[in-house]
């Protein structure tokens, strides 16, 4: 069976109609069994790959499924250094009443049922992710300390993270005591003919150009195994088949979209746009 593979695409035209995604391998039926059970998943894969996307179409798909609907059913967070535990939780605020306590992204989701995607989890600081444990094992719990109480999560309620590991450094890893309570699904790019799909459906160019597309990706990836670039996600092609959809030369829009996104460093820009140039004179 194929590494399960996530699909990139862009923003949905509208945010009610299901998320474009297709799969290459078992990721949906685990998701579903994951939900089930009400175990925490953790997914792992490059940027651009399509974490986030899988999440919003499983969101979308449960969300359908429940007898009783939830307002949001996907509440998202982009983790990063400042991120707080007070910003996962909530806080009070003033006002001209006095205070007020606001549930934080996190504890709303535990109350109403929805799924909480914690994207790049990793990025958050250390003793951010500790308030996920009581959430992530039998207890099912959020501690709230400021409120000197603890949130029951509602039956419904899933946590998701994510994160890159070749893109961490070893001292933003998942400390083991975090890790061991989530089921893992590894993510990759798609093959070339499912990537040229993607392309061709996200930025409404013809086959043609798209699978030129996916195969320059998949050869600046050949690069990328060699520690020579870091590859193109399949949103960055998708932006260069965007801009040649509105009449952008291929070799110019490579060159904003792909080229100078990968690096800064001539050497690696100029071999950039050789493969490209290759692809595109074929």
């Known amino acids: 069976m194929p590494e399960p593979t996530a699909v990139m695409t862009g923003p949905q035209a509208d945010p009610d109609a299901e998320p474009f995604y297709l799969a290459t391998g078992d990721e949906i039926e685990l998701f579903r069994a994951a939900y089930e059970q009400r175990i925490p998943v953790l997914l792992k894969g490059p940027t651009g790959c399509g974490k986030t996307r899988f999440v919003e179409y499983m969101a979308w798909h449960i969300a359908r499924d429940r007898s009783q609907p939830v307002d949001e059913p996907l509440v998202t967070v982009t983790c990063h250094d400042d991120m707080t535990a007070s910003d996962l939780i909530g806080r009070y605020l003033l006002s001209t009443d006095g205070t007020t306590w606001l549930d934080g992204p996190l504890t709303q989701a535990v109350r109403s049922g929805a799924i909480c995607y914690l994207d790049e989890v990793v990025e958050a600081r250390k003793d951010t992710t500790v308030v996920l ?71 409404g ?78």
Do not use: W
């Not at 998701?160 to 975090?178: C, H, I, M, R």
């Open 133 to 203: 444990h009581a959430l992530t094992d039998h207890r099912r719990m959020l501690p709230v300390e400021r409120l000197g109480t603890t949130v029951q999560a509602h039956p419904d309620f899933l946590l998701v993270v994510s994160y890159n590991p070749g893109y961490q450094a070893s001292v933003k890893d998942l400390k083991p005591s975090t890790r061991q309570r989530f089921l893992a699904i590894e993510f990759s790019y798609p093959d070339v003919d499912l990537e040229a799909d993607i392309i061709a459906h996200e930025s």
């Open 205 to 282: 160019i013809d086959a043609a150009v798209a699978r030129s597309l996916a195969f320059l990706g998949n050869r600046l990836r050949n690069l990328d195994e060699a520690d020579i670039i870091d590859g193109p996600s399949t949103r960055l092609l998708v932006y260069v088949g965007a801009l040649i959809r509105k009449g952008v030369t291929p070799l110019r829009a490579c060159d904003v979209a792909l080229v100078q996104a990968i690096s800064d460093d001539r050497d690696v820009q100029t071999a950039v746009r050789q493969v490209a140039g290759a692809v595109f004179a074929t």
